[in-house]
């Protein structure tokens, strides 16, 4: 099954795609800075560039997003029926990356933690955001 759209229009639809400073992602930063936790984004430093960083509590948040981060299990994460292949190759590697950054950054002594997008939506939002902070909380306790 081919594309339906040419390479170029293909090409411009996916250049729109952001990487950082999503909805999700300001969605978890405007509630930890509401709640006083003061971070740093997407620090080069560390493997994997988290999402968030609060370094006095030795905790990144990763905000994965369910399609390309290959949510198992995610009524939102579907593998595309066209060029299959690339697809497959694409969300497995970044499935490897961010195992070992996480493995990387554990070992390293920080704890890591992955909000999913979908665990974001409207019907989930205040409970993931609450359980996000009862846990910061017991860090900095």
Same mark, same amino acid.
């Given at each position: 099954?081919?594309? @339906?759209?040419?390479? /170029?229009?293909?090409? /411009? ?27 740093? %984004?997407?620090?080069?430093? %560390?493997?994997?560039?988290?999402? $968030? @960083? ?5 905790? @990144? ?22 060029? &299959? ?9 970044? $499935?490897?990356?961010?195992? $070992?950054? /996480? *493995?990387?950054?554990? &070992?390293?002594?920080?704890? @890591?933690?992955?909000?999913? *997008?979908? +665990?974001?939506?409207? &019907?989930?939002? /205040?409970?993931?955001? +609450?359980?996000? %902070?009862?846990?910061? &909380?017991?860090?900095?306790?």
């Amino acid at each position: 099954m081919s594309d @339906v759209f040419t390479k /170029e229009i293909r090409s /411009e639809i996916m250049s729109r795609i952001k990487s950082a400073n999503t909805r999700p992602e300001f969605l978890v930063r405007k509630f930890i800075f509401s709640h006083g936790y003061r971070y740093r %984004l997407h620090q080069k430093s %560390l493997i994997g560039k988290p999402d $968030i @960083v609060l370094k006095k509590l030795k905790t @990144v948040i990763n905000v994965h997003g369910c399609f390309w981060h290959g949510h198992k299990g995610c009524k939102f994460f579907k593998m595309p029926k066209t060029n &299959n292949d690339f697809w497959k190759h694409k969300i497995s590697n970044t $499935i490897q990356r961010d195992k $070992i950054a /996480e *493995e990387t950054l554990k &070992n390293d002594g920080w704890t @890591v933690i992955t909000i999913w *997008e979908c +665990s974001l939506r409207p &019907n989930k939002r /205040e409970k993931t955001l +609450s359980d996000l %902070l009862i846990q910061l &909380n017991s860090f900095s306790s």
